[in-house]
């Protein structure tokens, strides 16, 4: 049987109480129902031995379930519940918990859980149903007949979970068979969880071995999938229940910090709650102001991370109002009247959570120096931060807007769990499916990127952007050769961060393929099981372009233009091109000397007769830049673009400027750094490019390809500065070149 529960008058660890909310009303909601205490159904028992009820009639002991379920739905048809209470009931007669509870309370309790959650009519059917065909005679085509496809789907997919055995050994296939029947409709997982709180709290008298084993498969698995869903509600009184077990003297001292909180005469947090509701009273905006007491782990965080716990450590305030913009509106009332901490100030409104979560979070200081965390939200907000995608209702219910066909999406199935069943159908073995679903349950943090498009992507917190990339685009991603974050060029093992704007640039070759590196720098399961995959199916494949450069060269061989292809050399004054070292690039030396080279002419005019006159390698000025000088060895004044590194440098060694001014002759030098991705006949692209409009080659290198990307550095010649832009243009529409910009080198000692 599923629930292996024991008595729990068994010694055992306690189940942490419930954290009960102190509310305190600004402006009542009417007609909101009152918190009422946990039922204790393990009293059930008897109830439940009583049988079916009289036919149309509800049995007594689903009384607390139907009460749960109409605070939540007024309108549901009971008559299901009441037939499947029915059915149940009679089919677990006779068996017993290992409490010696009959076994029918076990249903009865998960079902309640939902109930409280706000669950609708068809998930509590199921769940009262979700233990027949395993442990009884009931057949899944008896639940059909009786209640309906929907419920036979439900109770199958909890059946199959129930037959996960969580051993080490088994733990990849098996998971994964659970994900597949889980992913299918979200409800099949409310009602494991629920199942699995109920057992966790009934745990008491098993093996301490197996209490732990059961504890740890919920700490690593069922933990994380539960604030996935973003069932809070579940997830935070699992995660005290296994505290309770795996650390049991540290629960033991929460406990007592808790309690000693408890007993103190003055409450901070009780004191700001009322200021709060003063500051919201004068503005006129109608609020509930709760206070939300921390649970057992989270106040054993905020102790380990902040040593000793002070008054308004062991609870946040909740503002509960009716809209969204009177959310904004709390949080300007606040930051104008009390002490704003600003750098907590997070809005998961604009930018919701990967698990549908929404809140406004801030935090305002007292006058003593404790900081009170605030969270704003809706009362729709906070059903669904507290139940997730319980709270959402039936996902395939039908709708006045679905399409004749019957398709519909799924608006309750998080993004992370539809990534989830894409990458396990693609994981290539159990093992791989599993290593990489424990690295993305461990993440507990995400971040959120967003596309020039306007959409956004959910990655986990230290994701770069070959996450991104395989993220939007699936296997589509090996084409990927590039990325801008923030309008800038990135590299794609760039870590992104939350907010970032990330453009992914594509190749054109169908026949692109990922790197072996980005392994490296891929942290998402869709990554590198993707990336796995094609090296798997593509043996010797996924070698760098600058191995490949490596080898022809070694061979003596000949590449293309290009990524992988030879690199020329400088060109003088348009000769021919040769191989470069790899690593030249012109005016790299900053702020040239008289003997560095042939002097350039130039129509700039300076300050004294006679002086001879040369422009900086390092930023290589035109008109109308502005500009300065300063006189280097010989005698020579070497001209620098004002904002130029070398300026502050050498001004900041005591270097005096010279006054210079351009004159009237406009042919002029100027380098560009033109940034591509390589492709055969790039290099002869943009210097008929350059050549057209109107530049004179002087010199020009190519850098070594990195991760498909190309760095040509073009010094010209061009009759006037006024041809610079129309020029520089010219350079970027030659297709696969990205960005072309002026030099700019860091100061170099002079």
Known sequence: MSAEATNPATPGPVAPPAPQALTASVA??????????????????????????????????????????RAHHPDADLEPLRRAYVLAESSHRGQMRKSGEPYITHPLAVTLILAELGAETTTLTASLLHDTVEDTDVTLEQVREQFGEEVRYLVDGVTKLEKVDYGAAAEPETFRKMLVATGSDVRVMSIKLADRLHNMRTLGVMRPEKQARIAKVTRDVLIPLAERLGVQALKTELEDLVFAI????????????????????????????????????????????????????????????????????FGRLLVLVGEDADCYGVLGELHTCM???????????????FNLYQSLHTAVARTDGQVVEVLIRTHQMHKVAEAGVVALGNPYAPGADDPADGERADPTRPGWLSRLLDWQRAAPDPDTFWSTLREDLAQDREITVFRPDGGALGLPEGATCVDAAYAQYGEDAHACIGARVNGRLATLSTVLKDGDTVQLLMGQDPASEPSREWLEHAHTPAARIAIQRWLTTHPGGGETEEARGEESEESGGAGTEGAGGPRPAPVEDGGPARLA????????????????????????????????????????????????????????????RAECAAVAHMKGRGRAAID???????????????????????????????????????????????????????????????????????????????????????????
């Not at 309690?259 to 901070?268: E, H, L, M």
């Not at 006024?722 to 010219?730: D, F, N, S, V, W």
Request: charged content about 25%; some cysteine.
């Open 581 to 640: 070292d790899s690593g030249a690039r012109a005016g790299e030396n900053g702020a040239e000397d008289a003997s560095a080279g042939p002097e350039r002419s130039a129509d700039v005019l300076v300050d004294g007769p006679g002086a001879r006159v040369r422009l900086a390698g390092c930023c290589t000025p035109v008109p109308p830049d502005e500009i300065t000088g300063f006189t280097v060895r010989g005698g020579v004044v070497t001209v620098h």
């Open 339 to 353: 002490t704003p901490v600003v750098s907590e100030f997070k809005d998961f409104i604009a930018v919701p959570k």
């Open 28 to 69: 009542p909601a009417p007609g909101r129902r009152k918190s009422r205490p946990r039922i204790d159904l393990r009293r059930l028992g008897r109830a439940a031995l009583l049988g079916p009820a009289v036919r149309g009639r509800l049995p007594d002991a689903i009384g607390h379930v139907v009460e749960a379920h």
């Open 246 to 313: 795996l650390h049991p003297e540290e629960y033991d001292h929460t406990r007592e910090l808790i309690a000693a909180n408890a007993a103190r005469d003055s409450d901070p947090l009780a004191e700001v709650a009322d200021e709060v509701r003063g500051v919201l009273r004068e503005a006129d905006i109608q609020a509930e102001v709760l206070i939300r007491p921390r649970h057992f782990v989270s106040v054993h965080r905020v102790a380990r991370k902040r040593g000793r716990l002070r008054g308004a450590d």
């Open 660 to 750: 210079v001014r351009w004159g009237a002759t406009a042919e002029c030098r100027v380098t560009l750094i033109a940034e591509s991705f390589g492709r055969p006949h790039l290099l002869a692209d943009l210097t008929e490019a350059i050549a057209a409009a109107g530049g004179d080659i002087v010199s020009a290198t190519v850098e070594p390809p990195s991760q498909q990307r190309v760095r040509h550095t073009y010094t010209l010649r061009i009759p006037d500065a006024t041809h610079l832009p129309a020029l520089m243009r010219a350079m970027r529409d030659v297709p696969g070149v990205f960005d072309v910009s002026r030099t700019r080198h860091q100061a170099q000692a002079l």
